[in-house]
């Protein structure tokens, strides 16, 4: 069985650009969860989708970032402006209860 | 305000002996506490998952314990090998505004078994 991917693995962008990730949860997973680790930091919790809805998003940063799961299946999660705070790994998760499979991780750098 | 806390100093230990790394919370009470191990580059892995209502789990070498009183888990890897080098994270659910449960992390200790 296939695991949680991501793409890309790795991304360097300027400030002020554009930039989207995308997860491929396991095949069956409602669930879907966005984290992202900082330098340094715990890994901070995103958002969570159950199917194509947004259930909880309060650990979005600000209106820069827009998440989307289309039909319930894969998600995007777009930043745009990007700023230099911004840098750090992203995660994506899925589950179908409380264990969740991790992603290997999307590494932004916004320069 | 909730907070979890593990040590952020490396835990160094000779292969063989027994790790123990602690998870410490306050200002909660989880109905159950899970551990991932993450090597670098790579996304965390589910370990072991322990409930409220149970005071020690175990798998192969692993074992966790909850203390709900203290506030408090144990995570122990006995027999240690220098494969078990990793940072471990331990994650508690807790009530986001959605009304489900998220898994929040520590920001996990590092082990290194050392040959």
């Known amino acids: 069985e296939a695991g949680v991917t991501q793409f890309p693995s790795h991304s360097v962008i300027e400030k002020g650009q554009t930039v989207t990730l995308r997860c491929d949860p396991i095949?069956?997973?409602?669930?879907l969860y966005w984290y992202r680790r900082v330098m340094g930091k715990e890994i901070k919790f995103l958002l969570h989708?159950?199917?194509?809805?947004?259930?909880?998003e309060s650990g979005m940063p600000n209106n820069r970032f827009l998440a989307e799961r289309t039909g319930g299946t894969y998600s995007t999660l777009k930043v745009q402006p990007a700023e230099l705070e911004d840098s750090g790994v992203y995660f994506c998760?899925?589950?179908?209860?409380?264990?969740?499979?991790f992603g290997p991780g999307t590494r932004l750098t916004v320069t | 305000s909730q907070k979890i806390e593990q040590n952020s100093e490396a835990l160094n230990i000779q292969e063989g002996k027994t790790a123990t790394l602690t998870c410490n919370y306050t200002?909660?009470?989880?109905?159950?506490l899970q551990w991932y191990r993450q090597d670098p580059g790579r996304g965390p892995v589910f370990l072991l998952l322990?409930?409220?209502?149970?005071k020690e789990k175990r798998k192969e070498r692993l074992k966790v314990t909850f203390d709900t009183t203290l506030k408090q888990s144990l995570f122990h890897i006995t027999a240690s090998q220098p494969a078990d080098s990793a940072t471990y994270l331990c994650?508690?659910?807790?009530?986001?505004?959605?009304?489900?449960?998220?898994?929040?992390f520590g920001r996990g200790t590092s082990l290194i078994v050392h040959p």
């Open positions: 200002n909660y009470s989880p109905a159950y």
């Open positions: 998760a899925s589950s179908l209860t409380t264990v969740m499979y």
């Open positions: 989708f159950v199917k194509e809805s947004k259930q909880d």
């Open positions: 095949s069956g997973h409602d669930n």
């Open positions: 994650a508690l659910d807790m009530k986001g505004s959605g009304g489900s449960y998220i898994p929040t």
């Open positions: 322990i409930r409220e209502n149970e």
